[in-house]
């Protein structure tokens, strides 16, 4: 490595070995079995990243959990164009394959490939539609000078104690 002005610049033959490093390092990762892990909470999604500086953008598929003991892991990440049925029937069995039991739920946002993958692979499941998503949807249609009193009234109904009282809840913004 040598230092050019403001910045550094590494040398073909280290950066060469770097990638092969981290290339091997992503192999283990995404091979690595699965079967160990008792998953209370699965969260599925894709993040699109430019590939090249100004090329097009790829989908990054991350796939992580929380175990019933309450631990946090990072399950997988990988390339795929699109949330398609196909690119996530892919990534699932993968983790199935690799020894992954039924998720007790599952958490998405509201991709149609996404959620019927998940169908097929994990019917017994609660599929949960991801909180973040839904406020972001909302937050579209409300007006802005609205949405925080909105905002308020939604995040009371989602912690209601029941089934019947968020219904409740929610019937009340409905007249409002």
């Known amino acids: 490595m040598r230092e050019s ?7 073909k033959s280290t950066l060469s070995e770097l990638t092969d490093t981290l290339s091997h390092e992503y192999e283990a990762f995404r091979t690595r ?13 894709a993040v699109y990243e430019p590939w090249r500086r100004w090329g097009s953008k ?19 990440l990988s390339t795929a164009h699109r949330e398609s049925y196909e690119s996530s029937l892919e990534v699932r069995r993968d983790l199935v394959k690799r020894g992954l039991q039924t998720p007790v739920t599952i958490t998405t946002d509201g991709a149609p490939g ?9 019917p017994k499941s609660v599929r949960i539609r991801c909180w973040l998503h ?11 000078q609205a949405w925080p009193e909105f905002k308020a009234l ?3 109904m989602r912690e209601a104690p029941t089934v019947a009282e968020a219904e409740r809840r929610r019937q009340l913004i409905v007249n409002r």
């Open 5 to 11: 002005p403001g910045q550094f610049v590494l040398s």
């Open 33 to 45: 079995d699965l079967s160990g892990y008792a998953v209370a909470y699965l969260f599925l999604d």
């Open 58 to 76: 790829t989908g990054v598929f991350c796939v992580w959990a929380i175990c019933e003991e309450g631990r946090k892991v990072l399950l997988t």
């Open 114 to 122: 996404l959620t019927k993958a998940i169908d097929v692979l994990w």
């Open 134 to 144: 839904t406020r972001q949807n909302l937050q579209q249609k409300v007006p802005p």
């Open 154 to 156: 939604v995040m009371d």
